[in-house]
């Protein structure tokens, strides 16, 4: 999706001047009007992008086959990014969020996150029936990180979305694929993860249920693990405490006794102060900030 300024607003905008007359004033209340119609117009026609961007990616993406699922769910991620380009599409986004069949996250949980177990058993039936039997491809890898991305983007720019995402259990389900995934995985669960516990108790609630913090130690202490997840589940924890966590209210109250059990006291005292890093930052500043204190981290687990 391209969300392009249209060709036929050109010239449109009134230019204000200190001195007009009034038959300039009259030209402008008109202009005026005319620049109200135009920026109506526009809001419609982005509108109308993003729905139909949504539609055609939803479309891929609910298919039975796993190669049109990556395809709608890179449509859905190239969308969404997109859509986070200005407040004026973000608010849009959010507007379909409301309508049941334009919802993402759903449809993300019942194809490409959907859990093998949860697949029906396989029966006889449909050789006495009518109806062929429909079997859907399973998730390659490629497709369950592409899902993982674009559920991490719909948490990010749609509050709700953490919702509906509690709604289909999303920290059992991606805790799951956290410890049983490759590390293409593990590392987009991660920042999911965080996406999905941000502002939303019920989900943080649901991650102390499942002892996330554990299965990320145990991820982290591995050394024989690739060093790029263990630099990601540093950033995890950072971050977790840093801008997730209730600070000192439930659920996640324990998390710092939690970490200085499971890492020691050493390690546990350089997440919290670092978690506390770079407000003044600028983005960009704040992340490399974030990679270095993470190697910090893996430095001091590494120690002992």
Not at 146 to 165: F, I, K
Not at 221 to 242: P, S, T, W
Not at 282 to 289: G, N, Y
């Amino acid at each position: 999706m391209y969300l392009k300024k249209a060709l036929w607003t050109d010239g449109l905008t009134p230019n204000p001047s200190a001195e007009s007359s009034p038959d300039d004033q009259s030209t402008s209340a008109t202009s005026s009007a005319v620049g109200e119609l135009v920026n109506s117009l526009n809001c419609q026609r982005l509108f109308r992008e993003v729905t139909f961007a949504l539609r055609t990616g939803l479309r891929d993406a609910s298919a039975e086959f796993s190669f049109l699922r990556v395809c709608g769910l890179r449509s859905l991620l190239k969308s969404l990014r997109s859509i986070a380009e200005s407040n004026s599409t973000i608010e849009l986004f959010c507007q379909t969020q409301s309508v049941p069949e334009l919802q993402v996250v759903p449809v993300l949980f019942q194809q490409s996150l959907k859990e093998s177990e949860d697949d029906p058993v396989v029966n006889l039936d449909h050789i006495f029936g009518v109806e062929p039997l429909k079997i859907a491809s399973p998730s390659t890898d490629a497709e369950v990180a592409l899902a993982l991305r674009v559920l991490e983007g719909c948490c990010l720019l749609h509050r709700e979305s953490t919702a509906l995402a509690h709604q289909h259990k999303a920290i059992p389900v991606l805790m799951n694929i956290l410890s049983i995934r490759g590390v293409l995985e593990q590392g987009a669960c991660l920042d999911a993860l965080i996406s999905v516990m941000l502002d939303s108790s019920a989900n943080q609630m649901d991650f102390e249920v499942c002892n996330g913090i554990e299965e990320v130690a145990v991820l982290i202490r591995d050394k024989q693990i690739d060093e790029n997840l263990r630099l990601k589940c540093g950033e995890f924890l950072l971050l977790l405490i840093g801008h997730v966590n209730g600070r000192g209210r439930p659920p996640l109250a324990t998390i710092h006794e939690d970490i200085r059990q499971l890492l020691g006291e050493k390690s546990a005292s350089l997440i919290w102060a670092a978690s506390q890093f770079g407000s003044t930052l600028d983005p960009e500043q704040r992340l490399t900030a974030l990679h270095i204190q993470a190697r910090r981290v893996l430095e001091s687990l590494d120690l002992y």
